[in-house]
């Protein structure tokens, strides 16, 4: 009996959290569907203006190009992130050597330099050599992060050493060893890493605000801040354009969701 | 190791290093030479004497007051957050669970969501006329100004925070969960230990090194918060609820930017995030 009632206290707990989780998700969804003066009004049910506030929304901003910015940062960051820093974690296993555990534990180090400490700096490098505006200043700092080093080394432990043994022994190159039997079997941490990364570019706020000053150029979360900063705010609009910047990272996150799980527990092993 | 593996070794680590040096380390050390420098704009002198900016940051009562507001944020919405996402965790960890694929999705959701997003329906969810005094009105509590009053903005701010991150933290607390040995657990029942006193004493004991990693990370997260002040409370009302990279942000990027000031508040931020990192290490190592 008391089994059960604690059972229940459990199952009690949950419920409220979630709840709590996916009403305000709940909350966006069904404002976009219905006007300003019905969302202030808490009209909890969907209506019929999706139409009208997509309408008003891609007459105010140009949401298509934003859309196409956000995703071009977030694929090309996470395409290149998992190559150099899948490709670095696998050498500071497979290559172990003294002096580069030094510098690993250097690189880890960086973890701890806020971005703030080098955001205004990062900004004079990029204006120097001209590439304020462009989207490759916003990947660029993005790449290489000591988080991601970290979690393919971890997980390379698991990776058995006889394989590549084996694979030298049949005359295959290091680089192709890598290629052709590392990266397919480590699937999960690359899903893991790609579920991360792709989430942190997409989302980032900051360095994309910092560094993409024309007004022309923009993402998708800098859309949506833009769109209620005006005096008066349409909030069934704001509220489609705010899902439209949500939808993406939550797909990738629902797709991949059970790999992102196995990879973290690979790596925190 | 032979001579040609181990430069191999070097050359695949090559880029991700050099990356690293290039974006994190090298503007770390410009930092600080810019922040005992003075000017507006690009034309910049060192200042007299060298550490003006950081003298000046002492009488700056904006800075102080975004510093306090930081601090409140990381005292109280740190410690809440991590009990509540090992609950979770230990909850979902539970053999016996239904629906566990649900629970575990519904919780982590929050997390893929972006800062700028989120900040927004809250935004509209506690407006004055919004649906959070709708819901209070039908218990027959009087509206809020959640966002004009300084206590209820740092309030939803918080609330804010705890519903984007926890869920996050679950997903390492329960991988953690997932190495520990469950024999230890079954141990402890058997010694006639209750799930509390497991709980506390058998299961958060082996957790030390995902508690270490989350308090840090967490810490660093909110020494650096921005997204939310700028978008869910925009720093008010007045400056009330202004993290301190949002100051930053305001005295380096808007209207007369000053490098050299903002180059000093950063390195502010920079020691603290060390300085807790630094104790949270140490308390964590700590055996018993």
């Given at each position: 009996?008391?089994?059960?009632?604690?059972?229940?206290?459990?199952?009690?707990f949950?419920?409220?959290?979630?709840?709590?989780?996916?009403?305000?998700?709940?909350?966006?969804?069904?404002?976009?569907?219905?006007?300003?003066?019905?969302?202030?009004?808490?009209?909890?049910?969907?209506?019929l203006?999706?139409?009208?506030?997509a309408?008003?929304?891609?007459?105010?901003?140009?949401?298509g190009?934003a859309?196409?910015?956000?995703?071009?940062?977030a694929?090309?960051?996470?395409i290149?992130?998992?190559?150099?820093?899948?490709?670095?974690?696998?050498?500071?296993?497979?290559?172990?050597s003294?002096?580069?555990?030094v510098?690993?534990?250097?690189?880890?180090?960086?973890m701890?330099?806020?971005?703030?400490?080098?955001?205004?700096?990062?900004?004079?490098?990029?204006?120097?050599?001209g590439?304020?505006?462009?989207?490759f200043?916003?990947?660029i700092?993005?790449?290489s992060?000591?988080?991601?080093?970290l979690?393919?080394?971890?997980?390379t432990?698991?990776?058995?050493?006889?394989?590549?043994e084996?694979?030298?022994?049949?005359?295959?190159?290091?680089?192709?060893?890598?290629?052709?039997?590392?990266?397919?079997?480590?699937?999960?941490?690359?899903?893991?890493?790609?579920?991360?990364?792709?989430?942190?570019?997409w989302?980032?706020?900051?360095?994309p605000?910092?560094?993409?000053i024309?007004?022309?150029?923009q993402?998708m979360?800098?859309?949506?801040?833009?769109?209620?900063?005006?005096y008066v705010t349409?909030?069934?609009?704001?509220?489609?354009?705010?899902?439209?910047?949500?939808?993406?990272?939550?797909?990738?996150?629902?797709?991949?969701?059970?790999?992102f799980?196995n990879?973290?527990?690979?790596?925190?092993? | 190791?032979?001579?040609r593996?181990?430069?191999?070794?070097?050359?695949?680590?090559?880029p991700?290093?050099?990356?690293?040096v290039i974006?994190?380390f090298?503007?770390?050390i410009?930092?600080?030479?810019?922040s005992?420098?003075?000017?507006?704009?690009?034309?910049?002198?060192?200042?007299?004497?060298?550490?003006?900016?950081?003298?000046?940051?002492?009488?700056d009562e904006?800075?102080?007051q975004?510093?306090l507001n930081?601090f409140?944020?990381?005292?109280?919405?740190?410690?809440?957050?991590?009990v509540l996402?090992?609950?979770?965790?230990?909850?979902?960890?539970?053999?016996?669970?239904?629906w566990?694929?649900?629970?575990?999705?519904?919780?982590?959701?929050?997390?893929?969501?972006?800062?700028v997003?989120?900040?927004?329906?809250?935004?509209?969810?506690?407006?004055?006329?919004?649906?959070?005094?709708?819901?209070?009105?039908?218990?027959?509590?009087?509206?809020?100004?959640?966002?004009?009053?300084p206590?209820?903005?740092?309030?939803?701010?918080?609330?804010g925070?705890?519903w984007?991150?926890?869920?996050?933290?679950?997903?390492?607390?329960?991988?953690?969960?997932q190495?520990?040995d469950s024999?230890?657990?079954?141990?402890?029942?058997?010694d006639?230990?209750?799930?509390?006193?497991?709980?506390?004493?058998v299961?958060?004991?082996?957790?030390?090194?995902?508690?270490?990693?989350?308090?840090?990370?967490s810490?660093?997260?909110?020494?650096?918060?921005?997204?939310?002040?700028?978008?869910?409370?925009?720093?008010?009302?007045?400056?009330?609820?202004m993290?301190?990279s949002?100051?930053?942000?305001?005295i380096?990027?808007?209207?007369n930017?000053?490098?050299?000031?903002?180059?000093?508040?950063?390195?502010?931020?920079?020691i603290?995030?060390?300085?807790l990192?630094?104790i949270?290490?140490k308390?964590?190592?700590?055996?018993d």
């Open positions: 009996m008391i089994r059960k009632l604690r059972g229940a206290g459990g199952y009690a949950l419920t409220i959290w979630t709840l709590f989780s996916l009403f305000p998700l709940y909350f966006m969804a069904v404002s976009a569907t219905n006007t300003s003066q019905a969302v202030l009004s808490s009209r909890l049910l969907p209506g203006e999706l139409f009208n506030n309408a008003k929304l891609f007459a105010a901003q140009n949401v190009a859309m196409l910015s956000s995703f071009a940062i694929v090309g960051t996470t290149l992130a998992l190559i150099v820093t899948s490709i670095a974690g696998y050498a500071f296993e497979v290559y172990h003294r002096g580069k555990d510098l690993m534990g250097v690189l880890l180090l960086a701890m330099i806020p971005f703030a400490a080098t955001m205004i700096p990062l900004f004079q490098m990029f204006a120097k050599i590439m304020v505006n462009s989207l200043a916003v990947i700092p993005a790449i992060t000591p988080l991601l080093i979690l393919f080394r971890q997980s432990r698991s990776f058995p050493s006889e394989l590549v084996a694979a030298r022994m049949d005359g295959l190159g290091e680089l192709a060893i890598f290629a052709r039997i590392y990266v397919p079997t480590m699937r999960a941490t690359f899903a893991a890493a790609g579920v991360i990364t792709f989430l942190t570019a989302n980032n706020f900051l360095w605000r910092v560094i993409l024309k007004n022309d150029v993402t979360p800098m859309l949506i801040s833009n769109l209620s900063a005006g349409d909030y069934g609009v704001l509220m489609l354009a705010v899902l439209f910047a949500s939808l993406p990272t939550m797909i990738v996150f629902f797709v991949l969701q059970r790999q799980a990879g973290i527990t690979g790596a925190i092993k | 190791m032979d001579r593996l181990n430069l191999t070794g070097w050359g695949f680590l090559l991700a290093a050099l990356l690293i974006v994190s090298v503007p770390m410009q930092a600080f030479i810019l005992l420098q003075t000017g507006r704009g690009t034309r910049l002198t060192f200042a007299d004497p060298l550490w003006y900016n950081y003298q000046r940051l002492l009488g904006i800075f102080k975004t510093l930081t409140i944020y990381l005292i109280i919405q740190v410690p809440i957050m991590l996402a090992m609950i979770l965790a230990s909850l979902l960890n539970n053999p016996r669970l239904k566990k694929g649900f629970w575990r999705t519904a919780i982590f959701l929050p997390a893929a969501v972006s800062l997003s989120y900040s927004l329906v809250f935004r509209t969810m506690f407006a004055n006329d919004g649906f959070v005094n709708d819901a209070i009105g039908i218990f027959g509590v009087e509206p809020v100004n959640w966002l004009g009053e206590n209820t903005a740092r309030f939803v701010l918080i609330l925070l705890l984007r991150w926890t869920g996050y933290n679950m997903i390492f607390f329960l991988a953690g969960l190495n520990i024999s230890t657990i079954e141990a402890a029942r058997i006639g230990a209750n799930a509390w006193q497991t709980f506390w004493r299961t958060v004991p082996q957790l030390r090194p995902i508690i270490v990693l989350t308090a840090i990370m810490t660093n997260g909110t020494l650096q918060l921005f997204d939310e002040s700028w978008n869910l409370t925009k720093g008010g009302p007045a400056y009330a609820s993290t301190m949002h100051y930053l942000y305001e380096s990027f808007q209207r930017p000053n490098f050299g000031y903002g180059a000093a508040l950063s390195y502010v931020i920079l603290l995030v060390a300085i990192a630094f949270q290490l308390v964590g190592d700590k055996r």
